[in-house]
């Protein structure tokens, strides 16, 4: 059973216009997300995150927005620019997890193309 | 700065060989990690290690091995290969000082025929 889903395996934007990525979890006790970006044939790299105690974080062109009753989370770019078309994965954790395994449930990814 | 490094980058093997992909970091972190990225599936979690010397199991180990004698190194194993380990593999790691973020590699592309 999928508990981190993005449902969109594709999106294309205009550049310049803002980009949505969606995610939906189905654990409630998920309490930290996050947002890789990966270029093909690299490493995911690290993006954005949100503690379950916020509901938006922001850090430049890029915010993401947690409806926690929802169950929800959003990524949003803007302006989108050619360099943001990557595979973007949405990861949740239980941040209460220690000594264990890191936690973190990942999305099967949105490939994100930035139309010029 | 060096981050998370993986040896090698491209490797092809035949059924039943094994062989051992590397993963080293320069961060003193205690945490590393090994995933698997496949077409529509996503990272999948292999084993991981919270430090030198502890290792466990995580979502899908069948078919790998790992060790951590150190703090810097954190081998994968694969014993005899078979066709469904043609995949990417992902090193990662962290530190408790990061929370649950981890940081990945640049990845290992497998290829088992």
């Known amino acids: 059973d999928q508990q981190v889903k993005q449902n969109s395996p594709s999106l294309s934007v205009q550049e310049g216009r803002i980009s949505i990525l969606n995610c939906d979890y189905t654990?409630?006790?998920?309490?930290?997300f996050l947002w890789y970006k990966k270029y093909p044939a690299e490493g995911p790299t690290f993006l954005i995150s949100i503690s379950s105690i916020k509901d938006k974080n922001e850090d430049g062109r890029f915010t993401v927005f947690l409806n926690k009753s929802a169950k929800h989370l959003s990524l949003h770019i803007v302006p989108s620019q050619p360099g943001d078309s990557a595979v973007y994965f949405c990861?949740?954790?239980?941040?209460?997890?220690?000594?264990?395994?890191?936690?973190?449930?990942f999305g099967k990814g949105t490939h994100l193309i930035i139309q010029p | 700065n060096a981050g998370v490094t993986q040896t090698p980058k491209f490797q092809v093997l035949k059924t039943g060989q094994s062989m051992t992909l590397q993963c080293a970091q320069d961060?003193?972190?205690?945490?590393m990690s090994w995933y698997r990225q496949d077409p529509g599936m996503g990272l999948r979690l292999i084993h991981y290690s919270v430090g030198a010397g502890i290792t466990d199991q995580g979502e899908v180990p069948n078919g790998y091995n790992v060790s951590r004698s150190t703090t810097e190194d954190f081998p994968l194993r694969l014993l005899s290969a078979a066709p469904s380990q043609t995949s990417v593999y992902f090193c990662?790691?962290?530190?408790?000082?990061?929370?649950?973020?981890?940081?990945f590699g640049e990845g290992s592309w497998l290829t088992v025929v």
């Open positions: 961060m003193n972190h205690e945490y």
């Open positions: 990861a949740a954790s239980l941040m209460g997890s220690g000594g264990g395994a890191d936690g973190l449930t």
């Open positions: 654990n409630s006790m998920f309490d930290y």
């Open positions: 990662a790691s962290k530190t408790t000082l990061s929370g649950n973020t981890i940081y």
